[in-house]
T-cell receptor, first 114, second 120 residues
Framework: AQSVTQLDSQVPVFEEAPVELRCNYS??????LFWYVQYPNQGLQLLLK??????LVKGINGFEAEFNKSQTSFHLRKPSVHISDTAEYFC????????????FGTGTRLTIIP | GAVVSQHPSRVICKSGTSVKIECRSL??????MFWYRQFPKKSLMLMAT?????????EQGVEKDKFLINHASLTLSTLTVTSAHPEDSSFYIC????????????????FGPGTRLLVL
């Protein structure tokens, strides 16, 4: 079955430290990859996406992600986090370009420690 | 651009009543909208795909008679939870795809802020 795995349910990080949030998916065919952020009691906001081309994708708020086809991963990184980055982060994948349904990971709660 | 709104943002209702949630794309047309349900500390689960002018496509295990979806126009989809019960309490989120692909392409979904439903 096609699935998206976010291994870390919670990640605490000190302010101004770097962070990496991991995402792996199960598929041997081409996919579209997304990272969304959800602030408390709000909907999801698109951070970045990978469709094709350069494997390093830059998004909003200083985040970037790298697509690794051989490892079927799409890890999210930021070199220096801020208090305002505290939120839930979801990795999502479109496995079927025909219906373009998003399959979400279980989310990673990023907590920034002052 | 690419703003999706939901109304109401939160609603409390009595068991057995019906609740309607609206999802609107404010600055783009969306032939396709999606309805998700999010449980506390859980991921989003797709409930159904709503297509303008046609019947919604429900995911396996979702009761179509309980969760009525109407996509009446290119900017509005509604989800009606009929005869709501406490187990229907959840956070409901809609998303919409820009039919014209003007923002980030048609594969990108834009999410509403969500509606928190509490059934007493």
């Amino acid at each position: 079955a096609q699935s998206v795995t976010q291994l870390d349910s919670q990640v605490p990080v000190f302010e101004e430290a770097p962070v990496e949030l991991r995402c792996n998916y199960s598929s041997s065919v081409s996919v579209y990859l997304f990272w969304y952020v959800q602030y408390p009691n709000q909907g999801l906001q698109l951070l970045l996406k990978y469709l094709s081309g350069s494997t390093l994708v830059k998004g909003i708020n200083g985040f970037e992600a790298e697509f690794n086809k051989s490892q079927t991963s799409f890890h999210l990184r930021k070199p220096s986090v801020h208090i305002s980055d505290t939120a839930e982060y979801f990795c999502a994948v479109i496995f079927n370009f025909g219906n373009e349904k998003l399959t979400f990971g279980t989310g990673t709660r990023l907590t920034i420690i002052p | 651009g690419a703003v999706v709104s939901q109304h109401p943002s939160r609603v409390i209702c009595k068991s057995g009543t019906s609740v309607k949630i609206e999802c609107r794309s404010l600055d783009f047309q969306a032939t396709t909208m999606f309805w998700y349900r999010q449980f506390p500390k859980k991921s989003l689960m797709l409930m159904a795909t709503s297509n303008e002018g046609s019947k919604a496509t429900y995911e396996q295990g979702v009761e179509k008679d309980k969760f009525l979806i109407n996509h009446a126009s290119l900017t509005l989809s509604t989800l009606t939870v009929t005869s709501a019960h406490p187990e229907d309490s959840s956070f409901y989120i809609c998303s919409a795809r820009d039919s014209g692909g003007r923002f980030f392409g048609q594969e990108t979904q834009y999410f509403g802020p969500g509606t928190r439903l509490l059934v007493l």
